[in-house]
């Protein structure tokens, strides 16, 4: 059975199961009403650590707290029950050693109810992909462009063409090995992702990748075109939300300074003559 078909809650070993099979159905959410929306239909919410960017403004993932990832974590756990729920370790949280990331990744488990912990990084994060996982964390991992380290990269460029393929090739076999129960991988060559999807054993989870990839992820608020000033290449926008809610806005302005609202049916008579309370 396709992991789409499951009416059961998801669970790490579900999803890895689904490589290979009907794409695996991934977006991110912050809220529970959206994750709500979102779990109707996909088999994966993830908390990102985009949530500083996109709900918090900040310029990059870079000062996204522990605290703010368990707190939208809870959020969103309120309005999952089918889809496998996941939580982003941000910057600065996992990268010290296995012994940090247990701790902390342990917490978000503990106080979220998520089912697994997504961290950024291949070969250099492999010991602590295992240690996690050897303690009862199931880990997504996420390779290629990888947005905690946009510093170290000079910018969010794709990554992975050419000979460098092979640096991500490695990193690909290095979490898989280290048992990651599915890979993310973000913006990196079409004919890359594809490879790597057929020679490694786990579901692999594009952004930015290739349409053989097992499944697909993206921003909820992108897809969705909660912004009006950005788009990009890799991102299909299926509504234009951003546009609608400034019309909305711009005419609930203009009505309010013309004293078109509220009207009649919103404003609360008096009581009946007699009636005083
Ligand atoms: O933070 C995030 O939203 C992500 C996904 C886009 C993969 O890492």
Do not use: W
């Not at 053989?212 to 290449?233: E, H, N, R, S, Y």
């Not at 939300?241 to 806005?249: M, N, Q, S």
């Amino acid at each position: 059975m396709s992991v789409s078909a499951s009416t059961k809650a998801l669970t790490p070993p579900a999803i890895a199961k689904a490589k290979g099979g009907t794409p695996i159905v991934c977006l991110t959410a912050y809220t529970t009403p959206v994750a709500k929306l979102v779990d109707a239909h996909c088999d994966v919410v993830l908390v990102g650590d985009s949530v500083g960017m996109v709900l918090h403004g900040l310029p990059s993932t870079l000062g996204v707290t522990l605290d703010m990832m368990i707190l939208h974590g809870k959020a969103v756990r309120r309005g999952v029950s089918r889809a496998l729920l996941a939580v982003d370790m941000p910057f600065g949280s996992y990268e010290e050693g296995p012994d940090q990331a247990f701790r902390n990744a342990a917490r978000v488990m503990a106080e979220t109810g998520c089912a697994a912990v997504k961290l950024e990084g291949g070969v250099a994060m492999a010991e602590t992909i295992a240690f996690l996982v050897a303690r009862g964390i199931p880990v997504m991992a996420h390779i290629g462009l990888t947005p905690q380290s946009v510093n170290a990269f000079g910018g969010y460029g794709v990554q992975g063409r050419g000979a460098d393929g092979e640096r991500i090739l490695r990193d690909a076999r290095a979490v898989a090995q280290a048992g990651a129960f599915s890979v993310v991988l973000e913006k990196i060559p079409d004919n890359l992702a594809a490879r790597i999807t057929k020679e490694i054993s786990i579901p692999t989870i594009g952004i930015g990748a290739s349409a053989a990839c097992d499944g697909q992820i993206l921003v909820v608020d992108d897809m969705l075109g909660a912004f009006t000033d950005f788009q990009p290449k890799f991102v299909k926008r299926y509504a234009e939300l951003g546009a609608t809610a400034d019309r909305a806005i711009a005419a609930y302005a203009a009505e309010v300074r013309a004293r078109k609202f509220p009207a009649a049916e919103h404003v609360f008579g008096d009581l009946p003559k007699g009636n005083a309370a």
